[in-house]
T-cell receptor, first 110, second 116 residues
Framework: GQQLNQSPQSMFIQEGEDVSMNCTSS?????WLWYKQDPGEGPVLLIA?????ELTSNGRLTAQFGITRKDSFLNISASIPSDVGIYFC??????????FGPGTRLSVLP | DGGITQSPKYLFRKEGQNVTLSCEQN?????MYWYRQDPGQGLRLIYY???????QKGDIAEGYSVSREKKESFPLTVTSAQKNPTAFYLC???????????????FGSGTRLTVV
């Protein structure tokens, strides 16, 4: 099936640093989603993007829908320990199931 | 509060046995989904259903079965035919608005199945 690529696969950062990650696809989407999964729990929706070029914030999180509609970006500012987890992107097109990326595993060092 | 509930949280199964994972939602969502997650990996779609009494295979349906007798419920049976069933199973649901923007999935908290 269709696949998304997420980069980086994992990252270790110091508390207080900013984080950037991205998600790319060979196909266009009309919706991009970003989820966070804590260990042993289900993913929780962080941000939803519905328009190419759209920039949306949720607290310290900012996500962008790429102009080409084939990519999306997530930034986390001033990271804190509770930001630890796996961040998944998902792309969706009209009437089709969402496709999920493999995730970016974030670790925050105190 | 509306949400999606998976039970049990942890499940142990002997080899050769079937086991059923429960998923219930009170969000009035049309569609429901089952995903499998293995350590360090992403989400793989097992089955999905967009309407009662109808469901479709996902990417890894072999060894699994589902039913959708009620809008609120979408149980997953892991059969003895599933060769490597130990994994974390996630259920999700969503609104379906055809021709409009896709709405995101709401996930349950998962069931960890271990074969002993």
């Amino acid at each position: 099936g269709q696949q998304l690529n997420q980069s980086p696969q994992s990252m270790f950062i110091q508390e207080g640093e900013d984080v950037s990650m991205n998600c790319t696809s060979s196909s266009i989407f009309n919706t991009w989603l970003w989820y966070k999964q804590d260990p042993g729990e289900g993913p929780v929706l962080l941000i939803a993007l519905y328009k190419a070029g759209e920039l949306t914030s949720n607290g310290r999180l900012t996500a962008q829908f790429g102009i080409t509609r084939k990519d999306s970006f997530l930034n986390i500012s001033a990271s804190i320990p509770s930001d630890v987890g796996i961040y998944f992107c998902a792309g969706g097109y009209y009437g089709q199931n969402f496709v999920f990326g493999p995730g970016t595993r974030l670790s925050v060092l105190p | 509060d509306g949400g999606i509930t998976q039970s049990p949280k942890y499940l142990f199964r002997k080899e050769g046995q079937n086991v059923t994972l429960s998923c219930e939602q009170n969000l009035n969502h049309d569609a429901m989904y089952w995903y499998r997650q293995d350590p360090g990996q992403g989400l793989r779609l097992i089955y999905y259903s967009q309407i009662v009494n109808d469901f479709q295979k996902g990417d890894i349906a072999e060894g699994y079965s589902v039913s959708r007798e009620k809008k609120e419920s979408f149980p997953l049976t892991v059969t003895s035919a599933q060769k490597n069933p130990t994994a974390f199973y996630l259920c999700a649901s969503s609104i379906l608005l055809r021709g409009a923007a896709n709405y995101g999935y709401t996930f349950g908290s998962g069931t960890r199945l271990t074969v002993v």
